[in-house]
């Protein structure tokens, strides 16, 4: 017999036993009832997904909306307004095809493999100054301060053209935003900060081209308001879902010390274990969801036009239909690469290759420079990000051996003066 929306899961399960693993509750629906009736926080009657078949087959189908008006919250937010607002315009990560498409064709030469690859070096270089500002300042540090938050701000800003000189104040404006106890005024307020301070630096590169993201749309056919909501996209996702990944994959290996041991002998797992880590540990723990255009048949079901569904990644992520031993974290599984940490379709991440490529070369130096890292504090006294739209950790306490890590940059030294450049090796661990 049908389930009655009553008779429904009422918001997405969020409470987590452990910091490593989803909500029990998940599994449970994954294998019970992988497409569940759910009641929205706002008595909206829609959908969980948490299987991950039926999540590529949600993320995949233009039938079902990203657009901002149909959206429902799967949890409580105090900012969220009774009617949602529309799309404004270049936010594209909020719209479907055909302004999404195009949009998108746009970032498409900034963030190819040949990109990626001219890429590298520069990344190299910022990832060995931080750790080198860590090994000076000496432990303990907090690694989501001292490296995994720094490395993707300067790269993005990097990549755009923004002054990293702003970095505090976007990062904050950006937490502000992914803070899901945030009121609706402080949310309102860091939109408007990192609206003022984009658009007026979309001016100036108006006025004076430069030979970056932001200056190559100033150039496309798009309006001021366009290129500005662009670059926001970009500069929010771009750095707080890699920082999260990077801070939280640490804390990972950290605590799975058998896998770490394969790492630091095997570097060129690396590629492997940025997607295993990806998978094992998926940081978007609150969606997407997706909005039905017009009733859809999934699984036995009619999903009714105007409907929402969310999918649930971290569940899909863990589906032993398709990951052997899926709660095991084992950093050499081929079957990793099917993740969808990065998402699945048209909205599937932008920047995904960046990244890859930030987190691969952040997490060989990393433990190459600090053979003896170790958390500074127990494992139960971590503050998990449960009340943000990114998970992770809010801080990182780390600690080592200081005398081990000076023998470990002396041989970095050593090595990048021989016949294979320090930047080369990064890459050749792939």
């Known amino acids: 017999m049908t389930e009655t929306p009553a008779a429904g899961l009422r918001g997405l399960p969020l409470e987590r036993e452990s910091p490593f693993a989803p909500p029990a509750k998940l599994a449970q629906l994954r294998e019970e009832r992988p497409l569940a009736r759910m009641i929205y926080p706002d008595g909206h009657e829609g959908w969980l997904v948490t299987s991950y078949d039926l999540a590529k087959a949600v993320l995949g189908d ?88 720094p490395l993707p701000s ?42 003022d301070r984009l658009r007026r630096l979309v ?38 879902t890699t920082a999260n990944m990077l801070s939280l994959g640490v804390f ?27 998978r094992h540990q998926t940081i978007i723990h609150a969606g997407p969801t997706r909005a039905a255009l017009e009733d859809v048949e999934l699984a036995g079901e009619v999903i009714k036009a105007g409907q929402v569904v969310t999918v649930s990644l971290v569940a899909a992520n863990r589906d032993a239909r398709r990951f052997p031993a899926p709660d095991t974290l084992d950093i050499s599984s ?56 990114i998970y992770g950790v809010h801080r990182l306490p780390l600690t080592w051996d200081e005398d081990e890590e000076q023998t470990e940059a002396v041989r970095g030294r050593s090595a990048s003066h021989g016949t294979t450049t320090h930047g080369k090796r990064s890459g050749d661990r792939t």
């Open 62 to 149: 233009l039938r079902f909306s990203n657009r901002n008006d149909l959206r429902h919250s799967p949890i409580p937010l105090p900012r969220a307004e009774a009617k949602a607002s529309r799309t404004p315009p270049g936010l594209f990560s909020r719209m479907d095809p055909p302004d999404h498409t195009r949009y998108r064709r746009l970032l498409a030469p900034y963030f190819n493999v040949r990109r990626m690859r001219e890429l590298e070096p520069r990344i190299t270089e910022i990832v060995s100054r931080l750790l080198d500002r860590m090994a000076e300042q000496g432990p303990p540090v907090d690694l989501v301060e001292a490296f995994a938050l």
């Open 154 to 195: 300067r790269v993005i800003c990097d990549l755009l053209g923004i002054p990293y000189e702003d970095h505090e104040s976007f990062q904050r404006d950006s937490a502000t935003l992914f803070d899901l106890t945030a009121e609706v005024g402080a949310s309102s307020r860091a939109w408007g900060s990192l609206y």
């Open 203 to 240: 001016l100036t590169k108006r006025t004076a081209p430069a030979d970056d993201l932001l200056g190559y749309l100033t150039t496309c056919d798009l309006t001021d308001d366009e290129v500005t909501f662009m670059g926001i996209t970009l500069l929010v996702a771009g750095h707080e």
């Open 252 to 278: 990972t290996l950290l605590e799975h010390p058998d896998q770490l041991a394969r790492l630091r002998t095997d570097p060129t797992l690396a590629e492997h274990a940025v997607e295993e880590l990806m």
């Open 334 to 389: 081929a079957a990793a690469h099917g993740q969808l940490g990065f998402g699945f379709g048209i909205h599937q991440c932008t920047g995904q290759q960046l990244a890859r490529l930030e987190m691969r070369i952040a997490l060989g130096e990393l433990f190459r420079r600090f053979p003896s890292l170790r958390l500074a504090q127990p494992v139960r006294e971590i503050r998990m990000r449960d009340d943000m739209s």
